[in-house]
T-cell receptor
Framework: RKEVEQDPGPFNVPEGATVAFNCTYSNSASQSFFWYRQDCRKEPKLLMSVYSSGNEDGRFTAQLNRASQYISLLIRDSKLSDSATYLCVVNYATNAGKSTFGDGTTLTVKP | GAGVSQSPSNKVTEKGKDVELRCDPISGHTALYWYRQRLGQGLEFLIYFQGNSAPDKSGLPSDRFSAERTGESVSTLTIQRTQQEDSAVYLC???????????????FGPGTRLTVL
């Protein structure tokens, strides 16, 4: 079993749709959680850090459920520009600098 | 402020040659990371520096790969006797530090696209 697992996708949604991605992690000592987006042939860019109370940034909402060991990302009112691969990233302090990346979920928003 | 920068942005080399890739982290970031991403694949962790020290080098794919960091700033990743399977994008990231919540957020550079002919 992978340490971080994401919905494999791809997700193909129309503009304006609401879409949710889930990510599960196996190490209960995990302490930091992030969502990044990666556009084709570009570097990952931080989308959101995920805090235990959940956090929102405009159309994006991230939630953390430590009991069930998953994080989620909700995108409301999808835009064409949201088309990208979304990476779930989990850190735990004893892992000597090694973040654990999910394989990514690809989202395509269509007109 | 300035983000993570990497050079060169593209490098084409012949099999068997050595290459050196450079990363300039965000000023004040003590932690620095190198990753490799092959076309269509996920990120592969290579090595991490805290200050100028790399606690664990086991992520480096072979002994042809080495990395160093000086002055708690710039880092270089060196690949000796390059092979075609080394072709990939090499990404560098930095964070304030490692191991503490809120300070371990990584910011990535644009990467170096390496092509070995």
């Amino acid at each position: 079993r992978k340490e971080v697992e994401q919905d494999p996708g791809p997700f193909n949604v129309p503009e304006g749709a609401t879409v949710a991605f889930n990510c599960t992690y196996s190490n209960s000592a995990s302490q930091s959680f992030f969502w990044y987006r990666q556009d084709c042939r570009k570097e990952p860019k931080l989308l959101m850090s995920v805090y235990s109370s959940g956090n929102e940034d405009g159309r994006f909402t991230a939630q953390l459920n430590r009991a069930s060991q998953y994080i989620s990302l909700l995108i409301r009112d999808s835009k064409l520009s949201d088309s990208a691969t979304y990476l779930c990233v989990v850190n735990y302090a004893t892992n000597a600098g090694k973040s654990t990346f999910g394989d990514g979920t690809t989202l395509t928003v269509k007109p | 402020g300035a983000g993570v920068s990497q050079s060169p942005s593209n490098k084409v080399t012949e099999k068997g040659k050595d290459v050196e890739l450079r990363c300039d982290p965000i000023s004040g970031h003590t932690a620095l990371y190198w990753y490799r991403q092959r076309l269509g694949q996920g990120l592969e962790f290579l090595i991490y520096f805290q200050g100028n020290s790399a606690p664990d080098k086991s992520g480096l794919p072979s002994d042809r790969f080495s990395a160093e960091r000086t002055g708690e700033s710039v880092s270089t990743l060196t690949i000796q006797r390059t092979q075609q399977e080394d072709s990939a994008v090499y990404l560098c990231a930095s964070s304030l530090e490692w191991g503490r919540v809120h300070t371990d957020t990584q910011y990535f550079g644009p990467g170096t696209r390496l092509t070995v002919l």
